[in-house]
């Protein structure tokens, strides 16, 4: 099994900046791909940004220029910079990877206990 676990969520004005990470531990083959979500009470969850092992990036049209994603050196953390941040960015932010385990048949989707980021103006 594996599990993931977030830090960097808090309070800020809009205008600033976040930054939140994501590491996954546990008995780790590969990461095929990382990703942030988020979703706010009443409203499907939306797919934030999404980085593949080679490097690739995805981002919704929402935060594209704002917001950074990113892995570290080890490939088993992940990164999320936001900047010019708005009150509609306020919400609760879940990292999620898709993990193959050294113990696993096939690789299986993890999720974050998630993190409250809340921007206010």
């Known amino acids: 099994q594996a599990q993931l676990v977030e830090s960097g969520g808090g309070l800020v004005q809009a205008g600033g900046s976040l930054r939140l990470s994501c590491v996954a531990s546990?008995?780790?083959?590969?990461?095929?791909?990382m990703a942030w979500y988020r979703q706010t009470p009443g409203k499907q969850r939306e797919l934030v940004a999404a980085?593949?092992?080679?490097?690739?990036?995805h981002y919704s049209d929402s935060v594209k220029g704002r917001f950074t994603i990113s892995r570290g050196n080890a490939k088993s953390t992940v990164y999320l910079q936001m900047n010019s941040l708005k009150p509609e960015d306020t919400s609760v932010y879940y990292c999620n990877a898709n993990i193959r385990s050294y113990t696993s048949a096939s690789p299986t989707d993890y999720w974050g206990q998630g993190t409250q980021v809340t921007v206010s103006s």
């Open positions: 546990g008995r780790i083959y590969s990461i095929n791909v």
């Open positions: 980085i593949t092992n080679d490097g690739s990036t």
